[in-house]
């Protein structure tokens, strides 16, 4: 049977519950019964200075300890006042009770001359009479087993053999003079049945509030395990519904631990999740739109070719290339940006001289550019090396011209800029106009985003050579942004970090 966390988590707190309850029950009946028997040993102590000044009395009166070597039951009867106290006379008459006659009390009264009679006589002494009242029995509140008398020599005097000189002691002093000390024996245990009565008594109550205890806090753990999971139990509902596709699943929590932490991670992965599905469709329809556009030409060409609308000529082979060539690079872009995603693009790192690569490149574009009524400069500040593919540097150098040679108006200029800031190299792509929406320039680098206006033109490309630019450079440990350019135009920053030897 599998436990329900909930239950698991209840049990733990029961288990914790009981074994901290039980432990402190134990402890508290052993610390009562430590701390009781210390009380009573105090109280002992304080009747034995009571008795300390008696002593010393005693002492002063008869001169030295020998009356009590001789009688040790005087010693008692010091540790004890009301042993030997006891009356064993008769009680006197009441006052509500008439007075005797003839010397008999009146319960006596309705006997017989007969019953008046002495009694026989009996020639053996009476029994001694015995005024005092029977000892108490022994035991461990009795101080007379507990206590011993020392002499100022320290010798014994009187009391308990056996106590240990170590034991609790009372000094008894005469005018300022240590004449003797009294040493108490601790109490060994609770024997008496009084004690022992009371330390149930104490022990039940304990046992009894414990269980009490015992039960709010059973109570407490089983709410407390439920109000600490029902959190989870709406995240494996959501979690579920969104492994269906119910992306717009969302959880409430109003908490601010962990839990609460946990739904606003979760509801950020649906949102994320959401965001991503509606990204696959819309790239899907874009991917479609773009794939469609020049078959569609090609395919009414060559249906103008077969019926006679157009002539196999050299300008109707030259519009198929285009529209082939245009195919043939969206569907290379497609596959360069699906190996960036999957990590699969090939890069061989070294130190590259990243000026050196940039007049190369210039160098191979500026007949291109001059064609069109374009002018390329160049700024090349820094020699610094990077560690990069000069490879694929050269491809993203390629796609920055290509963007800027297609979205800038003729006659206009590109500017290259390489600078060294921080540790890093800045290259900078200036253009002339137009410009780009500042409300764009944050999604240039999205894939088959094209601004709408006078950027977005015929002949453009699908936008996927922004988002292959932006994988290079982060492929390379860089970073890459669009800004306003000083020109009137875009301008594309790239940031790689100098190589070091």
């Known amino acids: 049977m599998r436990l329900r966390l909930w239950l698991r988590l209840f049990l733990v707190f029961a288990t914790l519950s009981v074994v901290a309850l039980g432990s402190f029950v134990v402890w508290q009946q052993h610390s009562f019964r430590l701390g009781f028997r210390d009380y009573l040993d105090q109280v002992a102590l304080d009747r034995l200075g009571n008795v300390s000044t008696l002593l010393a009395a005693q002492y002063a009166l008869h001169g030295d300890w020998e009356f009590l070597r001789r009688n040790p039951r005087q010693f008692n009867r010091l540790l004890d006042p009301d042993r030997g106290n006891a009356d064993p006379r008769p009680p006197p008459p009441r006052a509500d009770e008439p007075p005797m006659r003839d010397g008999r009390p009146p319960q006596d009264r309705g006997m017989s001359r007969d019953d008046e009679r002495p009694p026989p006589r009996d020639d053996r002494p009476p029994p001694p009479r015995n005024d005092r009242p029977p000892p108490h029995p022994p035991g461990p509140f009795d101080l007379a087993s507990r206590t011993l008398l020392l002499d100022a020599a320290g010798n014994a005097v009187v009391g308990a053999p056996g106590i240990s000189m170590q ?131 090609l395919r009414g060409e060559i249906q103008a070719l077969q019926d006679g609308i157009r002539q196999p000529n050299a300008a109707a082979l030259a519009s198929l290339q285009a529209e082939g060539e245009r195919l043939t690079s969206l569907i ?41 009524g374009l002018t390329l400069e160049s700024h ?14 050269t491809q993203l150098l390629d796609n920055l011209l290509a963007n800027a040679r297609r979205y800038t108006d003729a006659p206009g200029r590109i500017r290259l800029t390489l600078v060294e800031i921080n540790e890093e190299l800045l290259l900078s792509i200036d253009d002339t106009a137009p410009g780009v929406p500042p409300a764009s320039l944050p999604l240039l680098f999205e894939r088959l985003y094209r601004v709408d206006g006078s950027r977005n033109r015929a002949g453009a490309g699908a936008g996927l050579g922004l988002a292959i630019c932006r994988a290079i450079v982060a492929a390379h440990d860089g970073q890459i942004e669009a800004s306003a350019s000083p020109l009137g135009g875009l301008r594309i920053g790239i940031r790689l970090p100098i190589h070091t030897r």
């Open 332 to 372: 290379e872009d497609l596959y360069q940006l699906a190996l960036a995603d999957a990590g699969a693009l090939d890069y061989r790192f070294a130190a590259v001289d990243l000026a050196a690569l940039i007049a190369e490149t210039i160098e191979l574009h500026t007949p291109g550019f001059a064609d069109i």
């Open 167 to 297: 034991s609790l002691s009372v000094p008894v002093q005469l005018e300022g003079k240590k004449i003797g000390e009294l040493h108490l024996a601790p109490l060994p245990q609770l024997l008496g049945d009084l004690d022992r009565t009371f330390a149930q008594a104490q022990a039940h109550d304990a046992l009894i509030g414990g269980v009490i205890v015992l039960i709010a806090a059973l109570l407490f753990a089983l709410g407390l395990a439920y109000w600490l999971l029902k959190p989870i139990r709406s995240l494996a509902h959501a979690t579920r519904a969104l492994a269906t596709g119910d992306y717009g699943q969302r959880v409430v929590i109003p908490r601010r631990d962990e839990f609460g932490d946990l739904a606003s991670d979760f509801n950020h992965l649906a949102s994320a999740l959401e965001q991503n599905r509606e990204a696959r469709r819309q790239w899907g329809a874009d991917i479609a739109h773009e794939l469609r556009t020049p078959l569609s030409i």
């Open 380 to 393: 090349l500040a820094s020699t610094k090396f990077v560690r990069g593919d000069a490879r694929r540097l």
